[in-house]
Each structure stands twice: as structure tokens, then as C-alpha cells.
């Protein structure tokens, strides 16, 4: 790659044809409204062509280092090649029959001696499915309507019982959106409020183990225990934590036991392979064994086994098991925290540019001297970053393809995007910002 500053990339030419014609063809532009034309400036990649690596490339052959790969969902690489041999493998013997695959048994085995605790396994493609079956299996299990969910955090689901607790509630219904109650997840009074108010009504509590802030030490031991003594069950959705806080997630960072756990993202290195763990007397609900018994209708879906997917879990556990995967990643975010806390205090920007503490997933706020959250510096920020060959969404998140020599380019081409952010931050960010701001996925007006 070339050095930072000496080579801007301004050709964007087919990407602009891209946006052209995508928003005609796929509602949103794109298959999950975080990868939409709204949340990246104009000047950037429309489209990616191919990864490698840490790297991919846009439809004009730019060449970038990605920073929060496939959304997260990528732990080991883009194109990674033991996963892609035994994906390949797989795809040879045939990818889905009308019973289910015996590999189904061996991922199955292989997950849950992972998740201290647990004792089965469900699959599907999608976290939004895994998530939205544990809220069914929670208000089967209790016999309860409501759902808590934490207000401060971005993303559940794309199913109603999630959507209507956000401001896009279009479609719908408010008896729904009703069903789910919020608190603050970094304060535990809120949660007891909730209990307070709701003492016997709530299903379960669905959270990320940890998100924004470095929780008080017990905090999620103390919670847990203060759902269970509502009668709540606790569902961590480690979809992003999974593989990342730890291997497999924060269930055995913490050493906690939830009722039901939800994974994906990178657990099969950016293939399509989700799952939920649970107690056996939570997931068994979804069984057809105990004959007499209420049917419950858990996730059932044509393409859940689909052995190509599950043989790239498997691949990816293989390589975690070989390798300090974690280790790596991590030491690769801490470089990253490190540098950029450095690059920030050079460029007096310490009340501008604010750094999260994850170095599993290190993101970066932006703001104006009156302390907002500005989306005007953030997409100039990024312009800038993406201009020098970075694709940078305000997240680094590390994977164990990224190098200490991609960190550091990074680094570098923060440094200078910094010199830029200043002068938006003094002049207003509109001199220097090409096309519009990012806009939040979670609004009620396009
Ligand atoms: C914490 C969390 N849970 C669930 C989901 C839903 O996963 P998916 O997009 O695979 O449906 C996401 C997606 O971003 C997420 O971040």
C-alpha cells in the first residue's frame, strides 16, 4: 500500500454509478440499513469487489484496510484460507438435504463444550432470528409478556418486539411496541426500578454483556441475580462480544451462567452461521420429545443446517483452538486505543475526539465544541480516513489478519485526518465535507 498522505484516493467513478442505480433495484441499497449509503460520505466506496486479508477493493480497484470487517462478523480474515478450504470441502459432499446434516451433531458438541453451562444448541442465519427466538422461548418459559431491553444500546433485532422500542416504529403496532419496557445498562437502579414497576411481568432481560462502558465489577453477576429473583430470565447476546471478549465470549470472561445466550458475527469468520445456547430446561421447550405437551414453534427454517456455514464455525473454531486468536486481536485494539489516544491529545482534540476502552472493538465519538455528538465532524472524519486508503466506520475492530504495520497505518492516516477534523471543528465541518452527513440508522424521517 502507498504511503498515507502521498496518495489520495479521489476516483470514485464506479462506485458513483453504483449508488445510482442500487437504491432502484434493493430497498435501503443495501441488506442491512449499517452498510446504506447514509452512513458513509460520498466520497467512498458504493460497493466492495473482493477482500483479502485485512484489505478489500472498490469497483474503481481502490484498495482499502478494513476496519470493523464484514460488520464485526469477521474474526479471522477476509478469504481466510483454512476456513475456505473446508468450506469448500463441505460444498463438495452437497450443502443441504431433506434431514439434517450429520455435521449438525459435531458443531453442535464442538459450541456447547465451549459455553460453561449450557446444554443445547440451536442454529439459524441470522442473529436477528437467535435473538428473537429467546425472547419467545423466555415468554414461553414464564408465561410473561414484557421484554427489557437496554435504551443506550443500538440493536437487537430487526423484529417488532425490538424495532417499535426504537424511533422507526412505522408498520408496527403499538400493542407491540408496548410489550417492550427499557432501562440504562450501565445503572442498576434503573433495572430495579423496572422490577419495581413490572415486579412479576417481564419475560426476560435480552442485554450485551458489555457495550459503551467498563461495568462495576459483579454488576452483571448483581443483575443477573436480581432478574432471577423476579422470576426473569437473562438472555446475554454475546453477537458481538462472541469470539472477541474472550473465547467463546464474556459468559466465561465473567464466569456467568445466563438462561439463554445469543452468537454471531464472527463465529463462523463472516458466514452465515448464528446461534442461541441455553439451559436444558429453557431450549428443550422448542423440542418435540415430551409428548402431551404444548407445541412450541422455535426457529425453524429451510436453510439453518446449511452445511457450508456450519463448516466454516467449525474451521473457525479449529483456528481459535490453535491459536491465541484473542490474544492477537486484542493486542492489535490496544495498539489502536494506544495510538489514537496519542494522535487525539497531539492534536487537541482530547474534548473532540473520545475513545472507547474495548480493544475488542475500539470506537471513537466525535464533537463540537459544545460537547454534541456531531454527525457533520464524524463524516469528515471518515472521509478523510477513507480518502487515505482506511475504510473506517468510527470502529476498530481487529481481527487476525489485521497486522501491527496496518495498525500503525491506520494510525497514521488518523493523524492526518486529524489536521483536517480541526480545521472542520474551527471553520465548520461543511467547508470541508463533500456531499452530505451521515444520518443515525435509528430515525423516524429519512
Ligand atoms: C448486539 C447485536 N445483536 C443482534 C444483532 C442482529 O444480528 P444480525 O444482523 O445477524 O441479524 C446485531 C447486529 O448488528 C447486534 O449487534
Not at 7 to 18: A, G, M, P, Q
Not at 71 to 100: C, D, M, T, W
Not at 171 to 200: C, W
Not at 430 to 437: A, D, K, N, T
Request: overall charge negative; charged content about 25%; aromatic content about 10%.
Amino acid at each position: 500500500m502507498a504511503e498515507v498522505a502521498s496518495n489520495l484516493i479521489t476516483n470514485f467513478k464506479r462506485s458513483d454509478e453504483y449508488r445510482n442505480v442500487i437504491h432502484d433495484l434493493i430497498p435501503g441499497g443495501a441488506h442491512t440499513y449499517s452498510k446504506g449509503d447514509d452512513q458513509f460520505p460520498i466520497l467512498s466506496p458504493a460497493a466492495i469487489t473482493h477482500g483479502k486479508g485485512a484489505r478489500v477493493w472498490d469497483p474503481d480497484g481502490n484498495e482499502y484496510i478494513e476496519c470493523l470487517g464484514g460488520l464485526a462478523s469477521i474474526s479471522l480474515g477476509h478469504a481466510y484460507e483454512p476456513v475456505v478450504e473446508r468450506v469448500i470441502q463441505e460444498l463438495h459432499k452437497g450443502n443441504n438435504f431433506s434431514r439434517p446434516s450429520v455435521i449438525e451433531r459435531e458443531v453442535a458438541e464442538r459450541f456447547l463444550a465451549n459455553v460453561p453451562g449450557h446444554d443445547m444448541i440451536k442454529f439459524a442465519k441470522n442473529g436477528s432470528v437467535v435473538t428473537t427466538a429467546a425472547v419467545k422461548l423466555a415468554r414461553a418459559f414464564t408465561g410473561r409478556k414484557l421484554v427489557a431491553r437496554p435504551i443506550d444500546h443500538p440493536f437487537y433485532s430487526y423484529d417488532d418486539w425490538f424495532i417499535g422500542s426504537t424511533d422507526v416504529k412505522s408498520g408496527i403496532p403499538q400493542d407491540i411496541s408496548a410489550l417492550t419496557v427499557t432501562y440504562r445498562s450501565d445503572d442498576m437502579q434503573s433495572l430495579r426500578d423496572l422490577f419495581e414497576q413490572y415486579p412479576t411481568e417481564i419475560a426476560c432481560v435480552i442485554s450485551e454483556p458489555e457495550k459503551f462502558n467498563v461495568l462495576p465489577e459483579n454488576y452483571l453477576a448483581d443483575a443477573i441475580e436480581l432478574a432471577h429473583k423476579h422470576g426473569t430470565l437473562w438472555i446475554m447476546d454475546e453477537m458481538i462480544t462472541g469470539y472477541k471478549t474472550d473465547y467463546p465470549g464474556s459468559m466465561k470472561r465473567y464466569n456467568l451462567v445466563p438462561d439463554i445466550a445469543t452468537w454471531g458475527k464472527g463465529i463462523a469468520n463472516g458466514f452465515s452461521f448464528c446461534c442461541m445456547t441455553g439451559k436444558k430446561e429453557v431450549l428443550e421447550l422448542g423440542g418435540i420429545r415430551k409428548s402431551g405437551n404444548e407445541k412450541l414453534f422455535l426457529v425453524s427454517t429451510t436453510h439453518g443446517g446449511e452445511t457450508c456455514s456450519i463448516a466454516a464455525a467449525i474451521a473457525t473454531m479449529d483456528e481459535f483452538e490453535k491459536q491465541d486468536v484473542v490474544g492477537h486481536n486484542q493486542k492489535l485494539g490496544q495498539l489502536f486505543i494506544d495510538g489514537s489516544k496519542d494522535i487525539i491529545a497531539r492534536n487537541g482534540l482530547q474534548n473532540n475526539i473520545r475513545n472507547m476502552q474495548f480493544n475488542w472493538h475500539a470506537s471513537l465519538g466525535y464533537f463540537d465544541h459544545e460537547g454534541n455528538n456531531s454527525f457533520g465532524l464524524r463524516t469528515l472524519f471518515h472521509q478523510e480516513m477513507i480518502k487515505r486508503g482506511v475504510l473506517f466506520q468510527g470502529v476498530f475492530c481487529p481481527h487476525f489478519s489485521h497486522t501491527e504495520e496496518e495498525v500503525n497505518y491506520v494510525l497514521q492516516a488518523m493523524d492526518e485526518s486529524c489536521v483536517i477534523f480541526k480545521k472542520g471543528l474551527e471553520d465548520g465541518y461543511e467547508r470541508y465535507l463533500v456531499g452530505e452527513p451521515i444520518k443515525p440508522v435509528f430515525r423516524k424521517y429519512i
